[in-house]
C-alpha cells in the first residue's frame, strides 16, 4: 500500500510505516496543483497531511481511501468531497493538548509580565524596569475557557496550579462533569466573557463556532481582560477583537489569525498586531517534541488500523445515524452463496441496505447476518429470502428503534 506524507511528520512516523511494509513517498513541500498531480500519478491509497490544504480536485483526482491530518481538527481538508467519494478522514485528537495548553500559559503570563516588548527593549539596548514591573499577577484572577475538550481540560489542571479559579463554556458539559473539573459552568460564552479576568478559546472550527465570538462577546468582557486563542483565527471575528482592544483596553496573545501565511516562512501584514497589548505566535501550538511524536506514532497507527481492518480510528466523516429504518436478521448456515442471493432478493425488491454485519458462531457452521436496510421488506420479499437457499435457517425483520 502507497502512502504519501505531503507535510512534515517526524522521522519515528516515517520509519514506523516503512518497517510496517508501506510504500512511504516523503513530499513534505507538496501543495496546490502539484499536490493533485502527485496524488493521480502515484496511486497511493492513504494522504498524510498537517496544514497542507486538501481540496476536492485533490479528492478525486486519485485512489485515496483515507487522508489522515497529523494533528487535530480537519478544517484544512474538504472533508465534504472526502464522504462524497467514500473516503475515510481521519484526524489525532488529544496527542498536542498538553503542548497547546502550555502555550497558552505562555502566552498569559508574557501578557501580564510584558514579556515580549520588554525583550524587545533589552535587544535594542533600552533599560524600562519603571513600566514593565507593572503587572497584575494570574494568582487568584478568574480563567474562562471556551470549550473543555483535551485541550480545555489540560488547560483547568494547569491553571488550579496557578491558583486560578475556572469558568467552563462548553457545549454539552453537564453540571456534574463541571463539578468533577472543579470548574463552575456558565450557560453561554457571553455569560463566560462577562465572568473572568482571563479568557483562552479551546474550540474547534465546525459551522456552529465559526465567527462565534464577536462583538457582544466582547463588548461583555471586562475592562482590560485578557483574550488568548491557540484554537482556530475563523472562530473571532477579528474586526471586533480589534475595536475590543482600542476601545476596551482588552489585551490579546493570539497564536493564530486572519491572513496567516500558508507556508513555513512568508511576511505578515496583519493590522492586528500593530496594536498595542496584543502580542502573538507563529501557530506554533502543536510544536513541540513531545507532541509531534506523540501525534507520529497515532498517525502509524491510524494507518496500520486501516491497512488491517479497511476502517481508521478517528475517523470524522462516517455517518453518525444512518437512514437504516428496520434491521433483517437472517440465520443461516455459513456457506458460499447465502448472503448473495439475499442481496440480490433486496435489490430486486429496492430495498437500500445500510450497514451489514456477518456474526459466525463457534465451529464456523452457522451465522447470523444482521442487515441495516433503509425501510421493511415486503411480506413476499422476506418469504423470497426464506426459500432461496436450503442454508437458510430463519428470517426476521424488526424495526429500529
Known amino acids: 500500500m502507497k502512502v504519501l506524507v505531503a507535510d512534515k511528520l517526524e522521522d519515528s512516523g516515517r520509519r514506523g510505516l516503512a518497517e510496517a511494509g508501506f510504500e512511504v513517498l516523503y513530499e513534505p513541500e507538496l501543495t496546490g496543483d502539484g499536490l493533485t498531480k502527485a496524488i493521480a500519478d502515484s496511486g497511493a491509497e492513504v494522504l498524510i497531511v498537517r496544514s497542507t490544504k486538501v481540496t476536492r480536485a485533490m479528492l478525486e483526482g486519485g485512489k485515496l481511501a483515507l487522508v489522515v491530518r497529523a494533528g487535530a481538527g480537519t478544517n484544512t481538508i474538504d472533508v465534504k468531497a472526502a464522504s462524497e467519494r467514500g473516503i475515510q478522514v481521519a484526524n489525532c485528537p488529544g496527542k498536542n493538548a498538553i503542548a497547546v495548553a502550555e502555550l497558552a500559559f505562555a502566552l498569559m503570563l508574557a501578557l501580564d509580565r510584558h514579556v515580549v516588548d520588554g525583550a524587545a527593549d533589552l535587544r535594542d539596548g533600552k533599560w524600562n524596569k519603571r513600566a514593565y514591573s507593572k503587572a497584575k499577577g494570574l494568582f487568584g484572577r478568574t480563567l474562562g475557557v471556551l470549550g473543555a475538550g483535551n485541550i480545555g481540560r489540560e488547560v483547568i489542571a494547569r491553571a488550579k496550579a496557578f491558583g486560578m479559579p475556572v469558568v467552563v463554556w462548553s457545549h454539552g458539559m453537564t453540571n456534574e462533569e463541571a463539578a468533577e473539573l472543579g470548574v463552575v459552568r456558565v450557560s453561554s460564552p457571553t455569560e463566560l466573557a462577562a465572568q473572568c479576568d482571563v479568557l483562552t478559546v479551546h474550540v474547534a472550527l465546525v459551522p456552529e463556532t465559526r465567527g462565534l465570538i464577536g462583538d457582544a462577546f466582547f463588548s461583555a468582557m471586562r475592562q482590560g481582560a485578557y483574550f488568548i486563542n491557540t484554537s482556530r483565527a475563523e472562530v473571532i471575528d477579528e474586526a471586533a477583537l480589534e475595536r475590543a482592544v482600542r476601545e476596551r483596553g482588552v489585551r490579546a496573545g493570539l497564536d493564530v489569525f ?24 507563529h501557530h506554533i501550538g502543536a510544536s513541540t517534541d513531545q507532541a509531534q511524536e506523540a501525534t507520529a506514532a497515532e498517525t ?17 466523516n462516517l455517518a453518525k445515524k444512518s437512514k437504516a429504518t428496520h434491521l433483517l436478521v437472517v440465520r443461516h448456515y455459513d456457506r458460499v452463496g447465502v448472503l448473495a442471493a439475499v442481496f ?43 426459500a432461496s437457499s436450503p442454508h437458510v435457517l430463519d428470517v426476521a425483520m424488526v424495526p429500529i428503534h
Open 344 to 386: 440480490d432478493i433486496l435489490k430486486r425488491a429496492g430495498v437500500n441496505v445500510q450497514e451489514t454485519e456477518n456474526i459466525v458462531f463457534e465451529g464456523g457452521q452457522a451465522a447470523v447476518a444482521r442487515i441495516h436496510v433503509d425501510h421493511a421488506a415486503a411480506d413476499a420479499d422476506l418469504e423470497s429470502v426464506r
Open 300 to 316: 502509524v497507527r491510524i494507518v496500520l488500523s486501516f491497512r488491517d481492518t479497511r476502517r481508521a480510528p478517528n475517523v470524522v
Open 258 to 281: 486572519v491572513g496567516e501565511p500558508e507556508g513555513g516562512t512568508g511576511s505578515v501584514s496583519a493590522k492586528i498586531f500593530t496594536l498595542p497589548g496584543v502580542i502573538g505566535s
